[in-house]
């Protein structure tokens, strides 16, 4: 019995001493494994008498078994220690921001609205506005284009529902009515831009019910088709950044102008490549020609004293054209891929002096 409780107080003693649950193990295997302590005395008790062995039976399985739960409350208690420790360790602090650096960029569509409005603004463009949702009037009476006027059919407007006195406004098709809007409020010389967005019900891989033109009205008293193309030609060599551009404008129709033509720019296909500026195909970009003489009276303006130009361009297209992305819908699918890869920077603003793009 001696032998048992010096035992007791020896292991229980290492056990407390123990500093990792290795030096743990290594007190288990000398006092519970095959040849441990423990182990051998057990293994004695089959020589004692059955008088001596009705004692130290009890006693040495109640050996046993203190030292077997000393040794798991040891184990348990190095682990918890443990565990703190690394809690501390790897403390998170959760009012820090989730993403430090960042993520964000500039949609295509921003980025070519600020190219552009930068150019023309170096010669002598101010920005104007309108709202999204049109008066009938601006977007279509004043710009010549009368209730039953053919050109209404070509625009697949959105309407919205009708008023009590019977007028509808509609979502603007393009953003010609600004020019209106301008003229009514404003006393030539006029010299504007208005890029927005437009609206037509059309979806296909180069049209979505949503885009963006960009108008631009100049009013005055001795401006001429030769500065309308001066202004297309100057625009087109500093967005697409090259010395010359191959241009040609073909005779057309548009009710708000007289003459009108469309702009197309030389282009080539080069295996995957567009080449802008040369070559023998032809990308056409905008309408344009001289305000109607019935668009000026509409607005109150002179036609026997001022004279103008005007024209409108679609925005998503040329971002297309000058950044190669060739599905239009893409644009407005907010697909985070699609941006991280033709997003810019938020600090690449253009400027004239840097280069307008990348
Ligand atoms: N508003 C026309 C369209 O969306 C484009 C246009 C053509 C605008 C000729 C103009 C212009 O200012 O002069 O199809």
Known sequence: MQDIDTLREDLLARIAAAADSAALEQIRVAALGKKGAISELMRGLGQMSPEERKSAGPALNGLKDDVDSAIRAAREALEDALLDARLVSERIDVTLPVLPEARGSIHPVSQVIDEVTEIFAQMGFTVAEGPDIEEDFYNFTALNIPPEHPARQMHDTFYLPERPDGTRRVLRTHTSPVQIRTMLNTKPPLRIIAPGRTFRCDSDQTHTPMFHQIEALVIDESTHMGHLKGCIEAFCRAFFEVDEVKMRFRP???????????????????????????????????????????????CGVDPAKYQGFAFGMGIDRIAMLKYGAPDLRAFFDSDLRWLRHYGFSSLNVPTLGQGVSR
């Open 252 to 298: 057309s129709y548009f009710p708000f102008t007289e003459p009108s033509a469309e702009v197309d720019i030389g282009c080539r296909r080069d295996g995957g490549e567009l080449r802008i500026g040369e070559g023998d195909d032809w990308l056409e970009i905008m309408g344009c020609g001289m305000v109607h003489p019935k668009v000026l009276e509409h």
